[in-house]
């Protein structure tokens, strides 16, 4: 028993020395080539053996030849176990290569592509996240471009809009002050129409423009979505009548939801105003609300024949009107960006689709 104690503890005193000298090569060469410190990590394996095995052996006094014999074994190992090691680590330093290389041209704002070299686990689960971000990036920058072209188209029709109204204000105020007006009412009559649209548009524009800020405030209550819509439908009925348009709103189910009402009134306004306005005379525009699986649904149904389907991704852009005409009523396209973005801020969703003769936009709030 004493005997092998003491082996033991020779064993252990000179595979520790090997330990702590490995210790100390590794923190000195760690921020060196991985196969460095893979070659490291078997050298210390080999060398804290050989130590062991010679301490054990020099201690039972073998013999010079059983000595050598040993040592031989050992020496044999070493050289295979280093080999290994060496090209483990040059295989795993080529995939980490090509991995940062990918990785730098995803950097330099091109696509992620992975490495067809295999790799270890752990680089194909990097791999794998690079992918995963790099396709997120690309979507990212999509949205990037597409809200950049909208801004820049947005800034031109605003632009001509203004531009419009200013000229023609400024041609009536011109005959008014030189007296060239023969009817003076129906000039200021239009005046006061220009700077109600004109109006209209700049709030409008603070409005998106605290909705893209983050700074929009809701204040929700309790209120039921029968009361929300007919208030709605009772503020629309004027503008229907001037275009000779049927509201109907007999699908409309007494569900509570929490919202805040001003603004989602808002929302139910650019809604019913842009159905009215693309609806044909004699044609009808429905507005239901129901509760769903995945919450309570508020739509409206006009008659306007439909949206083009590659024009159906961008109604809720910043800026699309659907038309290419400048002219009242087309609106400054902001409405229903405007919707969009009071709705997601109830953690909400707007959707619009095409049904026969006309389109529905649906408004999905949580339910209550």
Not at 316 to 334: E, K, M
Not at 344 to 366: K, S
Request: hydrophobic residues 50%; proline residues 4%; glycine residues 8%.
């Amino acid at each position: 028993m004493t005997d092998t104690l003491l082996i033991a503890l020779f064993a252990f005193l000179g595979a520790a020395a090997a330990g702590l000298l490995g210790a100390l090569v590794l923190r000195l060469s760690r921020h060196r080539s991985l196969v460095v410190s893979l070659t490291v990590v078997a050298a210390v394996a080999v060398t804290a053996m050989l130590a062991g095995t010679l301490a054990v052996a020099w201690a039972m006094f073998l013999s010079p030849h059983d000595l050598t014999v040993v040592t031989t074994v050992v020496a044999m190992a070493a050289v295979v176990s280093l080999a290994t090691a060496m090209l483990l680590g040059r295989w795993v330093a080529a995939s980490s290569r090509d991995l940062t290389l990918a990785a730098r041209s995803f950097g330099d704002g091109g696509t992620f592509a992975a490495p067809e070299a295999p790799a270890t686990a752990e680089l194909a689960a990097l791999t794998r996240e690079l992918a995963a971000t790099s396709a997120k990036l690309d979507r990212s920058r999509e949205r990037e471009r597409a809200l950049e072209t909208s801004r820049r188209e947005l800034v031109a029709w605003i632009s001509h809009d203004l531009r419009t109204p200013l000229a023609g204000l400024r041609a009536m105020s011109e005959a008014l002050e030189d007296g060239m007006a023969v009817d003076s009412r129906r000039y200021l009559r239009q005046i006061r129409t220009e700077v109600e649209r004109m109006n209209d548009m700049v709030g409008d524009l603070f409005e998106l423009s605290r909705i893209h800020a983050g700074s929009l405030t809701l204040t929700p209550t309790r209120i039921s979505v029968y009361d929300l819509v007919g208030d709605a439908l009772a503020g629309a009925h004027p503008l229907a009548r001037e275009h000779g348009v049927r509201l109907v709103g007999d699908r409309i189910d007494a569900v509570p939801v929490e919202v805040d009402g001003k603004e989602m009134s808002r929302v139910l306004d650019n809604l019913l105003v842009n159905a009215i306005r693309r609806t044909p005379v004699d044609g009808t525009v429905a507005v239901a609300a129901q509760r769903a699986d995945d919450g309570v649904v508020l739509s409206v149904t006009d008659g306007c024949g439909g949206i083009p389907e590659e024009d159906l991704p961008r109604v809720f852009d910043t800026g699309w009107r659907g038309t290419h005409a400048r002219t009242p009523p087309a609106g400054a396209g902001l409405g229903l960006a405007i919707v969009r973005g009071i709705v997601e801020a109830h953690a909400g969703r707007a959707e619009v689709r095409n049904v026969t003769g006309g389109c529905r936009f649906e408004v999905t709030l949580p339910a209550v």
